[in-house]
Every structure is written in structure tokens, then in C-alpha cells.
């Protein structure tokens, strides 16, 4: 097996007395579409947190492309082309598409109004529009604030923000939680799009049949630690909902 | 990424957006956020009322122009306050520091001689420093320690106004510039517009240009909206808003120096209904305490809303406490219609 893209190793997270992570391992390759699973609790968005730089873990360690890394902060981790669509979407609900499409990365004038930060909107508005372009019902480009839009739409629009900016990895945490089964399709299809352009996809979700639909990998995250790894085509659903409920350990833990 | 454009992306398709309820719910929406211009109708059918009741005394040149004086310190607390408040912040400190700021003016004024317009410029400078640094201890506190705001600022109050009174012995200084009260205490730009109206007006202007399209006012309005969101996409929650609240204090000592021009003297008394005046001018103009909505605009009409009904009453012989009733009335409406906004907007 090659150097996986993003590895971690032994991480550690305590919330005063809750573990929610005890030693998790988790690897991605690149261009692979790779399923976090685990029940309610188990501590997969603690995980993604931890790779985002939005958490700092107690212990462990980080490789990115084989290189021990530390991620202190968001920014960290986006300058290394990873990008994260969290459970609670993290947009700003009173601005609008494009301004939450940009958010931290804002494109300004040209020349001295960009030194004092006057912000390009249409610029923006218009990338906007290219970047969601195939998202049809043009409902992204409009200037109506994010918290007016269905809960559907809101998601679309951070899975859509996810992807337009990762260039190495991208975190799905329950992407389409809110999605009717048509929308749910389409981020699938996203999903594999992103994939197929290179990057590595980690998806996690409670959604088994889509799992196995879209997974090249399934690992499994049991009470704060991996417990077990597979590929779809060689297990049944039965084995990966066993592993997550404990009635299966495939990895020993030390 | 070298990160300055998303590629064209893979994408997901939006829901189109389902059936005409959600569109007409959305039009109703965005209608009720244009309450700037509803407040601004409201500014204007006071003005129609007052001039059609008392059209020789009130809609005068002379008169407008008392108002927007008497207008001009609150409107530069307010622009402040309008950042702190869109931060989902508050800043209860402005008359304190106002009052602080002042009294170490004219110490430093004083001291250089207290004549000519190089002392007036030292003293202008001194006054606004020491506002910053009033706005840098409140931000600081309350990103880096995490004491909320309210606390915060209600501490720097009580500080800044003791603090004044410390320095002065709790007599007012008096021994200004002439410079500064002959010019623009009294004088008007192009024999029209009086100068503290004039610097008032600089300040609103640039403070709605900064909000409106700058990255500082679009890291203002994202803060207010989703803190985290904003400190997950990399902004630095703590210095914005350290920067924010320094940004009120230094307008603050401005305000003081605004405040020396107008009155001669240090007025310690006379502010401690400044931070509630320009809490509910911002307020009244549409701005949400609870964050991430609001506009300059909105708040210089919530400034002449209470100054047109003070001196429309006056000029009616109404007794001038209405005025105060009005206006706390005008208050509990804005933040209800606020609330209603963000109810119809969080049902979806
Ligand atoms: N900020 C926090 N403070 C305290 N406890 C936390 C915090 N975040 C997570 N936890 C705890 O850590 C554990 C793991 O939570 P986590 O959100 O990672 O689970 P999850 O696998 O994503 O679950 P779900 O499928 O419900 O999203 C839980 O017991 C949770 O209560
Ligand atoms: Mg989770």
C-alpha cells in the first residue's frame, strides 16, 4: 500500500470526562471515496474536527503525505487543500451565498482599494455563479440570506463550498442528512466528481446502502477508536453494522 | 490552494426551490428586512408632522441645523456602536470614555498652552487614543478573557467615569482652545454646514463605506452571524472583534473632543444616557441585537427620530419628557419587529 494522503495515528481527544476519542487510526488515499462510520457517539466528528484543525487533540499524531504535521488551526489545514463540510454546516446564515462561499477568503479590488480591503463583489458573485453553476434552479447565486433557505438548499450550499476549494482532501460529516433522495443523489454524484478530479473523499454517514454505494473504503469508529476496515465488495452490511455495535472486532486494540 | 478563486466545481444540484409558499415566505422576509426604509418613512412623516404644525418655527434652516448639532456627538457614538452591535456585542462604556477621553484633552491641551490649531490637533489626537485604549481593554476582555460584553463595558463605565472624576478632582475643567470652540464649537463649513455636523457626517461616511464593502464590515457582519462558522473558516474571531470595540472607544474620544468644542467644558455630568441613546438609535435603525444585521444608514435615522422629537415638542411646548416616553416606546417596537424578522426567518 502507498503512503496514504492523510494519516492518523493514535489520536486522543478528552472533553473533561468524556473520551470521545481513545486512540483512533484513520488513513485516506488520494482519489479515494473512503466511508467513516460508527454509531451515535462514536466519535467521528470529533475526528474530523481533529483533521480540520478545528480541535486540538490530547495526543497522537498527524501525517500528511507522509510527513508527521500539526494542524493548530483551520487555516492549517485549508492551506493544505483540506476542506471540511461540518455537521452543523458552519455558515453564516445572515449573509448571503457568495459572501459565505468566500468566507476568510474574500477577493478584493485590484490595486490600493484592495490594500484597504475593499471587497470585489461581483467578482465574487460571479465565481459564485460559475461554481455552482450545474446546481440548476439558480437558487445559490441569489443574494437572499443562507438562514432563509430550506435546510436542503443550506447544505448544498457548504457541500458545495467544501468542494469548490479542496484541492487534497475533503470531509463530509453527513452531507445529506437534510437531502430528499434526489438531492442525496446529486451530492453522491458530486461526491464521485471530486474524487475522480484527484481528491480524497471522506464521507461519513448513517446511510448504509449509500455507503456501500459510494465507498471505495469503509472504516468503522467504535466507542473513540478504529475497529475495523473494509472494502465493500468483500462484506456484507450485516459485518459493518456488527463492527460498529461491537458483536464484530476486527483491529485489536493495544 | 493558492486560494484565490474555487475552481469550477463539481457541484450539487439546489432544490428547486419548492412550490410559491417559500418564495412568497422568503419575498416577506426580505421585505420586513428593508426596515431601514420603513424607519426612514417614519423620520420623514415626523418631520411633515412638526413642519405642518409649527411650519415658521420648526422647518427652518436654522433649526434643522440645532438638531443635527445637537445629533452629531451621538451619531459618531452610534457608528460605533453599530459594529459592536452587528458583532452581537454591546459597548455600555462610550459615555465613560467620551467623558475620560475629554478630561485628558484638555490636561494635555492645557498643559501645551491651550492655544492654536497645532495644540487643538495634539488634543484631537489624545482623545482618540485614549478611546482606542479604552476599546482595547474591552475587547480584550471580552474576546481573550471571555467575560461577556455586557459586564465588561458596564465595568469600564463605572472605571472611565471614576477614573475622570479621579483626575479632576469631580469639577469640570473648563480652558479650551479658542481655536476649538470659535471655529468649531460654532463656525460652519462654507458658512452652511455646521463643523460638528461636518466631522459627524465624515465619521458616518466612512463608517458605512467600511461595513458595507470592506473585508472588516464583512468579517463584522459573519462574526455576528455564526462566530464559529467564521473562526472555523480561519477569520481571527478574537482580533476582529478586539478591533471592533477599540474602533467604539476611539470614536468615543472623538466624540469627547466633539463634545470639549461644543460645551466649553468636560461635562462629566452630562453623559450617562449617552450609551443607551446610541444603543437605541442603533437599535431603532434596524440593527440586531442579537447580530449579524444591521446598517449605518438605519442608524443615523435612529439618531433624528429622538433628536426631531425633542425639539419638536419643545418647539409644540409639549412637555419634553414625551420625548423620552416616545422613544422608549419606538425602542420595545425595533426589537420586537426584530424578534418577528428572525422568528419568520429560523421557521424555514
Ligand atoms: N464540544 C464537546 N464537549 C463535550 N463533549 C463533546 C464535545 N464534542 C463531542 N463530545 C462528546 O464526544 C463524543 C463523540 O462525539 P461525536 O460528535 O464525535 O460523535 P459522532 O460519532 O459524530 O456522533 P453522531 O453520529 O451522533 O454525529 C460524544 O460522547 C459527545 O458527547
Ligand atoms: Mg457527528
Redesign the interface.
Known sequence: MTTPLLQAHGIVKNYGHVQALRGADFAVQAGEVVALIGDNGAGKSTLVKVL?G?THPDGGEIRFSGRVVSLP???AA??M?IE?V?Q????????DPA?N?F??????RPGLLGR????D?SAMAE?TR???????????SDT??V???????RQ?IA???A???A?KVVFMDEPTAA??V??AG??L??IR??RD?GVAVVLISHNMPQVFEIADRIEVLRLGRRVARYRPAEVSMEDVVGAMTGAVVQEEVS | ?S????????????????AGA?ER??RA??LATDSTALIFVALLVLLAIFSALKPGAFATVNNLRNISIAAAPLLVLGVGMTFVIITAGIDLSVGSVLVFSGVIAVKVMTALGNSGWGVVVVGTVAAMLTGLAWGLVNGALIAKARIPALIVTLGTLGAGLGGAQLITGGVNLRGVPRELVTVVGVGRLFGVVPWLVAVALVVTVVGAVALR????G?YT??I???A????????NVDRHLIKVYALSGMLAGLAGMISLARFTNTTIAGHSTDNLQAIAAVVIGGTSLF???GTILGTVVGVFIPAVLQNGFVILRVQPFWQEVAVGVVLIAAVYVDQLKRRA??R?
Open positions: 480540520a478545528v488551526s483551520p487555516t485549508r492551506a487543500g471540511t461540518y452543523d454546516l458552519a455558515l453564516a446564515p445572515d449573509l459572501a462561499l468566507l476568510g477568503r474574500e477577493l478584493v484597504l480591503g475593499f471587497l463583489k465565481r460559475t461554481a455552482f453553476a450545474e446546481m440548476g434552479a439558480g437558487v445559490q437572499a440570506p438562514g432563509s433557505l430550506s435546510g436542503g438548499q448544498s457541500v458545495g463550498r468542494a469548490a476549494w484541492s437531502l430528499g434526489v438531492q446529486k451530492v454524484e458530486l466528481r471530486v478530479s | 490552494m486560494a484565490t478563486a474555487p475552481k469550477p466545481a463539481p457541484a450539487v444540484e439546489a432544490p428547486a426551490a419548492s417559500s415566505r422568503r422576509v426580505r464593502m470592506t473585508r472588516f464583512r457582519f459573519a455576528g452571524s455564526n464559529e462558522a467564521a473562526r472555523r473558516v480561519g477569520i447580530g449579524g444585521v426567518r429560523d424555514l
